[in-house]
């Protein structure tokens, strides 16, 4: 059983639609959540750390996120550039200290 | 500062075949880690470091050794390639050894063919 599932797989947006991907997580108790950006053929890149139900994070057209069960990224009016995969991970306070738990990702594609 | 380097880039193994996977770092980070990518899943741990000397294992450490010799070098060794092993490896290090902040610095990844 996965213990971070995001949803959608896929994501397609006109240039300034507005959307969010999901995030939720079945962790036991969670240490933080963690939202990177991967490119194709890249290495994935950190955008944010949550760690507690009602935080946000901002960073340009990207807004993160937290519930007790789930997170979300909000694209504000997105432009092409920001396509890429997104990744979510969650540190769960019952494992090995710095291991993260990854979901599969939501593959953003934003046409002009 | 170049961050995470990993080599080879790409490489095509024969099955039963060894090969080592270098990773380097040059900020001073004592967390360090590997994981491996495969279409449709997610990163997966195969071994951690919080220090020179001290290793342990991921998720899926079965077929792969590593060692930590040093504060900036993690290599990642394959003692028998076999196929199920073709994938993307990613190198990540962190300066907090407790991986409370979450923030890894990955590598560009190495991709790793065992046919």
């Known amino acids: 059983e996965d213990q971070v599932t995001q949803s959608p797989e896929a994501l397609r947006l006109q240039e300034g639609e507005s959307s969010s991907l999901n995030c939720s997580y079945t962790?036991?108790?969670?240490?933080?959540l963690f939202w990177y950006r991967q490119d194709p053929g890249k290495g994935p890149e950190f955008l944010f750390t949550?760690?507690?139900a009602g935080e946000e994070k901002e960073k340009e057209r990207l807004k993160a996120t937290l519930t007790k069960k789930e997170s979300f990224l909000h694209i504000t009016a997105p432009k092409p550039e920001d396509s890429a995969t997104y990744l979510c991970?969650?540190?769960?306070?019952?494992?090995?200290?710095?291991?993260?738990?990854f979901g599969r990702g939501t593959q953003l594609t934003v046409w002009p | 500062n170049a961050g995470v380097t990993q080599t080879p880039k790409f490489q095509v193994l024969k099955t039963g075949q060894s090969m080592t996977l270098q990773c380097a770092q040059d900020?001073?980070?004592?967390?360090m880690s590997w994981y491996r990518q495969d279409p449709g899943m997610g990163l997966r741990l195969i071994h951690y470091?919080?220090?020179?000397?001290?290793?342990d294992q991921g998720e899926v450490p079965n077929g792969y050794n590593v060692s930590r010799s040093t504060t900036e070098d993690f290599p990642l060794r394959l003692l028998l390639a076999a196929p199920s092993q073709t994938s993307v490896y990613f190198c990540?290090?962190?300066?907090?050894?407790?991986?409370?902040?979450?923030?890894?610095?990955f590598g560009e990844g190495s991709r790793l063919t065992v046919l």
């Open positions: 990540a290090s962190s300066y907090s050894i407790t991986g409370i902040t979450g923030e890894l610095f």
């Open positions: 962790v036991s108790g969670l240490r933080g």
């Open positions: 949550l760690y507690s």
């Open positions: 991970a969650v540190s769960d306070r019952g494992s090995t200290l710095g291991r993260l738990y």
């Open positions: 900020m001073n980070h004592e967390y």
């Open positions: 470091s919080v220090g020179a000397g001290i290793t």
